[in-house]
């Protein structure tokens, strides 16, 4: 996250006030972080209520906005008319027999192809679903939130796994041994701001563990009984097995040299997945011009022209508006400068409120080329094999493998992250005890006074 501040109607110091600054940076650490799946069954249900953490709810379940309902917006269109409630509803409805539809083209395909032409072909069959004027520029604002949920344009993401992940998981250590058929699980209970942000999940979980920052490693040697881990200094560390839950970006992108190389098998899993990008652009001004909704959109005839905040006045109090870019629109805004991507921002926030006042800070996210990320978190692109997450998780000699690409149940969430972790260490663990025959030489972190708790979720929803 990289930051600039500037007095309204001034350009950006030389001189920053850091303090003001990290305060904001606090802010959104705390209050842009989503809970998908507000229930006890989320894997990280028990943390949370045992540290007493509050969550913001956004939505209930099976939202055609995914993250947030149809209850508390505003949307506009380009020249800062508002859109009307029924223009809104109507469109989504239409979006969601569009959807539909897909479905359909999904069964009559051989081969997969991409969400964005498979609604061409549905328009092409059901001329009547076809919007025009604004009506098919609300439409494309709900393809644009779409676009959001998997932070990739609808043109990459496959048709075959959108809606529906099934994919298979291998039982045995041997790869190709024992195959069963699993379909992804969607979580109850919608989705929620962590209000607290997950710092202090982070903090309870990483107690008494040894964590080195700052160590960027760029060489792992998986040995026949040993791994060595050399990080950019040059310093080598030694285990027994070690646990790879880098982003898969940097995988991608080969950042770390594996000895041996890894197998074709990973390779291509690691190549084939698809790998997102989701940016915020955060405004702090010095009072609210908006309305008290829980977020704003303007409506135009490309998804890719469409825009989204969110409004954390609504859940937190604070004057701040956080504009969402994925995809081409997220790759484009890092191109720019942070003081170019506000300026961008703020021509739209100006066309839904001709006199919006000047942020008095912001802060631009540049997940698409940050180089300890280069992306934001997976989605299925077009043609991925059923496979592919089976071969991301599967274990390499005395490597393993976590992180929310390989989550079993829910890839792309925090919570997937942790349980899949979570699943590693468990079989990094016994990989060790059939080699060592002791657990003797592993430390495992004791958590089990987060486990016992029964405090309820506590949830709010102004």
């Known amino acids: 996250m990289y930051y600039k501040e500037h007095a309204p109607g001034s350009s950006p110091t030389s001189a920053l006030d850091f303090p003001q600054i990290l305060v904001f940076a606090i802010i959104l650490l705390e209050h842009m972080s989503w809970l998908h799946g507000v229930c006890n069954e989320n894997p990280l249900s ?27 917006y505003a949307l506009y269109d380009i020249n800062g008319r508002q859109v009307s409630q029924s223009t809104v509803i109507e469109a989504g409805d239409v979006f969601k027999k569009i959807l539909e539809e897909t479905d359909k083209v999904r069964n009559q395909q051989n081969n997969d192809i991409s969400v964005k032409e498979a609604i061409s072909i549905v328009l092409d069959r059901n001329p009547d679903l076809r919007q025009r004027g604004l009506a098919h520029e609300v439409l494309q604002w709900y393809i644009c939130r779409m676009e959001a949920w998997f932070a990739a344009d609808a043109d990459m993401i496959s ?9 298979c998981i291998f039982l045995e250590k041997d790869f190709f041994k024992d195959v ?17 942000g997950y710092d202090p999940v982070i903090k309870a979980l990483s107690r008494d563990i040894d964590i080195r920052l700052n160590h960027r490693v760029k060489r792992v ?5 040993k791994v060595v881990i050399t990080v950019e200094d040059g310093t080598n560390f030694v285990a027994d097995a070690a646990i790879i839950t880098v982003p898969l970006g940097i995988l991608k992108a080969n950042l770390i040299e594996f000895e041996p190389k890894l197998p074709e098998w990973k390779q291509s899993a690691i190549s084939d997945l698809g790998v997102g990008n989701e940016n915020k ?19 135009a005839p490309t998804s890719y022209s469409c825009g989204y905040f969110l409004n954390l006045h609504k859940a937190t109090g604070h004057p701040v508006l956080v504009y969402m870019a994925a995809g081409a629109l997220a790759y484009d805004l890092e191109k720019l400068s942070d003081e170019a991507a506000a300026n961008f921002v703020m021509l739209q ?8 006042t000047e942020p008095v800070q912001y802060l631009v996210s540049h997940w698409g080329t940050d180089p300890n990320i280069l992306g934001c978190y997976s989605y299925d692109a077009v043609g991925n094999s059923e496979d592919i997450y089976d071969r991301l998780r599967a274990s390499v000699g005395n490597l393993f493998f976590g992180g929310e690409a390989v989550s079993v149940d829910h890839q792309g969430s925090v919570h997937g992250a942790y349980s899949a972790g979570i699943m590693a260490a468990e079989n990094c663990q016994m990989h060790l005890m059939q080699r060592l025959g002791t657990l003797e030489r592993i430390p495992v972190a004791c958590r089990e006074e987060l486990v016992e708790s029964m405090v309820p979720l506590q949830i709010s929803r102004l």
């Open 349 to 356: 926030l100006k066309r839904m409120f001709p006199d919006a």
């Open 221 to 225: 040697i998986n040995g026949f009984n």
């Open 159 to 167: 048709l075959k796994a959108w809606d529906q992940a099934s994919f």
């Open 180 to 196: 069963t058929l699993h379909t992804e699980k969607v979580l109850s209970g919608g989705h929620g701001l962590m209000v607290q």
């Open 281 to 299: 652009i955060a405004l702090k001004f010095d009072h609210v011009f908006w309305p008290n909704v829980e977020f704003l959109g303007i409506v």
């Open 46 to 72: 028990t943390i949370i209520r045992r540290l007493g953490l509050t969550l913001y709810r956004t939505s209930g379940d099976d939202s055609i906005l995914y993250d947030h309902d149809l209850e508390s």
